[in-house]
């Protein structure tokens, strides 16, 4: 009986407890859910918080314990291990410039946001304020509409919103002094959001705050999906104050209010973009720190693991994978870190491209250009940066024979002619911290070449190898050249077989140069950032007689002898001071909006063009010279 009670006592006493806790436990949870900060649960639909997120779930994904995926099949353990390999490969490749696997990268982050974050059609609105125009900032605007645009137009998306909407128009700026420029300001975005706007599916907002997730945290910030457009360019760091040069007796710091503060563009609210030869200011967008502008600058160089960028090596040369050449400098060698990175359309890599049809007598030139590669001119493509070189070098090379084996030296692997001509036997070579371009051009010497390509002649070793390659290395060169003129081409060429010690004396030197160069094509841009070709001029080498007078010789005379001896050394300082070595005679020039025929090509040059040529081409350009300069 009394072990009965004792029993029932205890039961009772245990249930009690329990009922006791669960109450404690209740009011705590309460409390706790009550005295919880209410802003606690909106932090996690930040960007920052859903930055660590993604960054914290990749890194599981790609690190997880081999020896837990035992209790899988077969199947199943190496479906995962391929799944993981390939997310590692598009990690890593995303970052240098590789659009398939920055694709990949963000399907992982979307599948990871819609399947684990409670993300919906209402609280995504916190991330980003899609439902309220008013509180969405110019960059929200801008990423907006581009991502409409992109589902319609692809790679044209920004090419697109700036053409339908007037915006690479010359503005007047005002600032210290009345000027204008190509700018893109807010209030300009602001007015293409209104007009473009339209309603987004649940899938829209969330593709946006993904590429917003991906570009902070693998991609280079505001600029990724800029890079990626079909422009010619994009750069920043480039204008606005550096943080280290604000000073606080500035004039722009008197005023100690935010708005002024505000009003003041600093290094990292910079971002520029080269579009259809227009450099043009996206004042609408920024880096937002320095840190963000320092982070992109240090990324975006890094394919092929070019080498560290460091103080003691303060700017780097590089390509990225889709064939952008990038460039990037840091203090103490620039005065802030900046970087711009050039594309190269090959998509537009045709003369009916390159020469619009605006232009009258269009075919003229593009004629000319056609028989002067057939012919195999050595030809230097001049002008100043952003007038075309490049793109219309990679134009003419299809009209290179197709039996031509082409080789190219490069200090970046800019041209990427094997991407346009996939059955021509093209290698191209470029410098590295190994190896010499001086090496790599004796190399090529071994490699069956037959036209060599010089992406650019920018220093004094590479005119040297243009020399060497058209005397001895090839049928025939094409290269390009900043020079303004004909004559500034040549002096330049010469000056630089001066100086790295191929001749000494300066008239040899004029004279090499000029008995190699044939043609010089000279690009153009004019303000509105329209590119056409100002001339195409051919350098004609004077005869001249090699022979000195030496009449003297056989006067006995000795007052006629010395007059004679004065004339004989008269003659050898003309000719070393002021005697012509050349002539430059325009072919065709570029006058009021089209093309005219100057002068016929010389004698000399249409023997040794219709050399190379085919019967039927043989006749086409005697046909074409006859009707076009009589």
């Known amino acids: 009986m009394l072990t009965s009670q004792w029993i029932n006592t205890s039961l009772i006493v245990v249930m009690v407890f329990v009922i006791g806790v669960i109450v404690i436990f209740k009011l705590t949870e309460k409390r706790e859910s009550n005295s919880k900060d209410p802003h606690d649960l909106d932090k996690k639909f930040t960007i920052p918080a859903m930055v660590e997120f993604v960054k914290k779930a990749l890194n599981e994904i790609t690190t997880s314990n081999v020896d837990i995926l035992g209790l899988l099949s077969e199947e199943e353990y190496n479906r995962h291990i391929s799944q993981r390999l390939q997310l590692k490969k598009a990690l890593k490749g995303s970052t240098y410039g590789d659009r398939n696997d920055k694709n990949y990268v963000k399907s992982t982050i979307f599948d990871l946001l819609y399947k684990n974050y409670g993300l919906n059609s209402e609280n995504i609105n916190l991330v980003i304020p899609f439902n309220n125009g008013k509180q969405l900032t110019s960059q929200d605007k801008f990423e907006i509409i581009i991502h409409k645009y992109k589902k319609k137009y692809g790679m044209d998306a920004l090419s697109k919103m700036i053409d339908n909407n007037n915006l690479a128009e010359l503005k007047e700026m005002i600032d210290d002094h009345q000027s204008e420029s190509y700018i893109i300001t807010v209030a300009e975005m602001d007015d293409v959001f209104n007009k473009e706007q339209k309603s987004l599916t649940f899938e829209d907002m969330l593709s946006i705050v993904v590429q917003r997730i991906y570009q902070e945290f693998k991609g280079f910030s505001v600029i990724d ?26 004039d722009l710091m008197i005023s100690s209010s935010q708005t002024k503060m505000k009003s003041i563009p600093l290094g990292h609210d910079s971002v520029w973009i080269f579009y259809k030869g227009k450099t043009i200011h996206l004042a609408f967008l920024s880096f937002n720190t320095e840190a963000e502008l320092k982070r992109v600058c240090q990324n975006i160089y890094r394919y092929n693991n070019p080498g560290q960028l460091s103080d003691a090596n303060g700017f780097k040369v590089n390509d990225m994978k889709d064939g ?17 990175v050039r594309k190269f359309d090959t998509g537009s890599a045709h003369l009916e491209e390159l020469i619009s049809e605006k232009d009258t007598n269009r075919v003229l030139v593009i004629t000319l250009l056609i028989y002067l590669i057939k012919g195999c001119r050595i030809i230097g493509l001049t002008g100043a940066q952003g007038t075309g070189k490049t793109t219309l070098l990679m134009a003419l090379v299809r009209y290179i024979h197709a039996s031509y084996t082409i080789r190219v030296q490069e200090m970046t692997f800019e041209l990427r002619l094997r991407k346009i001509y996939h059955n021509r036997n093209i290698l191209s070579f470029r410098e590295t911290d190994t190896i010499t371009g001086q090496a790599g051009l004796d190399l090529q010497k071994k490699t ?41 081409l040549i002096e330049s060429i010469r000056n630089s077989l001066l100086k790295t010690g191929m001749f000494t004396n300066e008239k040899i030197a004029e004279q090499q140069v000029v008995s190699v160069l044939n043609f010089d094509i000279h690009m153009k841009k004019d303000q509105d950032g329209k590119r056409y070709i100002e001339r195409i001029t051919e350098i004609v080498p004077l005869d001249l007689d090699t022979d000195y007078p030496t009449d003297y010789r056989d006067i006995s005379d000795p007052q006629a002898k010395m007059e004679s001896f004065m004339n004989t050394t008269t003659e050898y300082f003309r000719r070393q001071t002021d005697r012509k070595l050349y002539e430059a005679k325009n072919i065709i020039e570029y006058r009021v909006g089209g093309y005219v025929p100057v002068n016929r090509i010389s004698t000399r040059n249409q023997e040794e063009m219709l050399e190379f040529m085919s019967p039927r081409e043989r006749n086409e350009f005697i046909e074409f010279t006859e009707k076009n300069w009589g």
């Open 225 to 250: 999906d800029i890079r990626d457009m079909r422009i010619d360019g994009v750069s920043g760091g480039v204008s606005g104050i550096p943080i280290d040069q604000i000073d606080p007796d500035d």
């Open 324 to 340: 952008s050449r990038v460039v990037v400098v840091r203090p103490s060698f620039s005065e802030s870190w900046a970087f711009f």
């Open 448 to 488: 069956d070449g037959v036209v060599n390509l010089l992406g650019e002649i920018a220093t004094d070793v590479v005119a040297a190898w243009m020399i060497q390659m058209a005397q001895v290395a090839s049928l025939f060169t094409l290269f390009t050249h900043h020079a303004k003129t004909t004559k500034s």
